[in-house]
């Protein structure tokens, strides 16, 4: 069975996004919290972190409101047509989207610089040695 390209504006929209902007991602982490592996579907997430005003969402997005173990409320937005998971927002930090690495064009502009949550990882998790870990949320910068 052939994969389709989800019709979605808004997914399309997000996966543009890192090719036409000038901007490196502020931090790109690893999440292994609980909710991040209910969206990955069981691993943890690469998110990477934008400054607001410089990402444009064109179409339509989903948003559901959650709080997430940080204690912080997050407005998570998705593809209404495919689901796909395209980024959050989280109250406490207004100036900022974080960008679910999997829509960027390029992926290899989203590599982690340190892995959070950790201690909400499942014992089979694999972390790269290399990279710093956190056991919880790390601290905002
Ligand atoms: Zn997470």
Known sequence: ??????????????????????????????????????????????????????????GETKVFTSVADSGSVMHRSFCPSCGTPLFSEAESRPQVIIVRAGTLDDPNLAKPAAI???????????????????????PAR
């Open 116 to 138: 959070i949550w950790t201690e909400s990882a499942p014992k089979w998790a694999c972390f790269d040695p290399a990279l710093p870990r956190v056991e919880g949320q790390q």
């Open 1 to 58: 069975m052939r994969s389709e390209e989800c019709p979605s504006p808004a997914a399309v929209s997000a996966r543009k996004f890192a090719t036409r902007s000038p901007q490196a991602p502020n931090a790109v982490r690893q999440c292994w919290c609980r909710l991040c592996q209910y969206l990955s579907a069981g691993g943890g997430t690469v998110n990477a972190v934008f400054n607001k005003d410089a990402f444009h969402v064109s």
